[in-house]
């Protein structure tokens, strides 16, 4: 029988193993530092990634950054991400939990609106806006008041 006739088995596809176990397991996400800038010239961003990963690994999300150099340091945070993160189980690092405690959100100020500055130039006597509702009142005609009680 000729060699090339022969009948080989048939190998089973090739399974990446690793592939299949990252595709199947649940992942802890933290709020970390990734470090970026040059030699000696550290900047930090503050990411939320898988906790398995490298320091500077692929992160899910940027929520905000750290620079140590300026003084004072310099720390931005996007507060309703970071919140976000949190509700859905996210863990700070050490560094990131003081980070967050010392720079807490700001009350955030209702935005003005296009008629909010006309209202605060043109200034209305607390006065006139307390007799107004009494003026209406006093006009009100008395026979509506007599249909009412009947």
Known sequence: MPLDRR?????????????DFERNRIAVVMIRLARFGA????????VA????????GRSIEVVGTYNPRTNPATVDLKYDRIAYWRSV???????VEKLVAKNPAKPVEAPLTPASP??????VPAAAVVEAPA???????????????A
Do not use: M, W
């Open 7 to 19: 009948r080989r088995p048939e190998k089973p596809p090739k399974i990446n193993r690793a592939l």
């Open 39 to 46: 030699r000696k010239q550290p900047y930090y961003r503050i």
């Open 49 to 56: 990634i898988e906790k398995d990963r490298a320091r500077n």
């Open 89 to 95: 189980g996210a863990q700070f690092s050490d560094i």
């Open 118 to 123: 006309v209202k605060a130039a043109v200034e």
């Open 135 to 149: 003026a209406a009142v006093a006009e009100a005609p008395v026979e509506s008041e007599a249909a009412v009680q």
